[in-house]
């Protein structure tokens, strides 16, 4: 399993960030724990494989964003009493 961090720039309301997890999900067919924030200008989610960056970047850029980075790491599911 893996956790990715996209950071994407010009999001401005709930709707914006309903569009990118949309996008993601379409994008990345094994994507869970979609998180999107406009605040803090990222989406992350785990997924099965590793995410290849041009993916991300085409994803967010053909939603109407900019894409600023993503970093896709190594993620343990924590149990129930750690």
């Known amino acids: 399993m ?9 999001m401005m309301c709930g709707m914006c960030e309903a569009h990118v ?12 724990k979609v998180k ?16 290849d960056s041009d993916l991300m970047e085409k994803t ?7 894409f600023l980075g993503c970093v896709s790491e190594p993620y343990k599911k924590k149990g129930l009493f750690v």
Do not use: L, N
């Open 60 to 66: 967010i850029k053909d939603t109407g964003y900019d």
């Open 21 to 32: 997890c949309d996008a993601i999900r379409k994008a990345v067919p094994s994507a869970k």
């Open 2 to 10: 893996y956790k990715t961090t996209v950071k994407i720039d010009g």
């Open 36 to 51: 999107v924030s406009k605040a803090k200008k990222e989406a992350t989610f785990i997924s099965d494989e590793q995410i």
